[in-house]
């Protein structure tokens, strides 16, 4: 009898990729790239190695897409990683992942159109580099009723980027963080006295407000922890 062991998995089920690869054949006729090709059409996986040994063992060797945020939809909970992939989280997966920032979706349900690959990228690149440039954490990203995106920090300000929708906007994210960096020396993020920096006209950034997340994103970050 045929030993199936799998390595790799964080968020995907073990079971579902036993499954998935359906291995029927003993070691000798097995086709491994046949069998990667099957664990790859589950939707969070990013690339799989397949490898027998004797007596009766193959082993799958899974790396999944890394979550870049999560985003709540229809009452459910799922993980989006940069390249476009998503997955239905559990309630104990989406705690394990209470730090990857949550996308808070308030437009009208007719305007709530699919994360882009290429924003979630733009995102995910920006938020990594948060820590070491302005020493917080993004912790939420927010899409306003009007349209307008925002990104939340742990210190309680935001980042407002403006409508993201039209033609070159996610491009010209890295530009508007580049021009919110150069504040570094007028501002203190880390304990501010500020609430927003408005990036919409990177030549002359808006600052204002009082620091302090807002209630729908706090009460947003607590009920994903509550699921």
Do not use: C
């Amino acid at each position: 009898m045929t030993s199936v062991q799998v390595t790799g998995t964080r968020l995907l089920d073990t079971a579902q990729v036993v499954k998935a690869a359906d291995v029927s054949q003993t070691i000798f006729f097995l086709n491994g790239d046949a069998v990667a090709t099957r664990v790859r059409s589950l939707p969070w996986v990013e690339s799989v190695k397949v490898t027998t040994a004797l007596p009766a063992s193959v082993r799958i060797a899974v790396t999944e897409w890394t979550p870049m945020a999560r985003v709540l939809r229809g009452g459910a909970e799922y993980a989006l990683a940069a390249q476009g992939a998503s997955l239905r989280l559990t309630p104990a997966q989406a705690a394990d992942l209470g730090s990857v920032p949550l996308l808070l979706d308030l437009r009208p349900i007719s305007a709530q159109t699919a994360v882009s690959s290429q924003l979630m990228s733009v995102l995910g690149s920006a938020a990594a580099r948060f820590p070491s440039v302005f020493d917080v954490h993004v912790v939420a990203y927010e899409w306003d009723s009007t349209g307008t995106f925002s990104l939340w920090t742990s210190a309680g300000w935001e980042a407002v980027l403006g409508d993201i929708t039209t033609p070159g906007a996610i491009t010209a994210i890295p530009g508007q963080l580049s021009a919110l960096s150069v504040l570094r020396s007028a501002l203190d993020f880390a304990h501010p006295t500020f609430g927003y920096v408005d990036l919409e006209d990177i030549a002359a950034p808006a600052v204002g407000g009082t620091p302090g997340l807002p209630s729908q994103v706090s009460s947003a970050l607590l009920a994903t922890f509550a699921r």
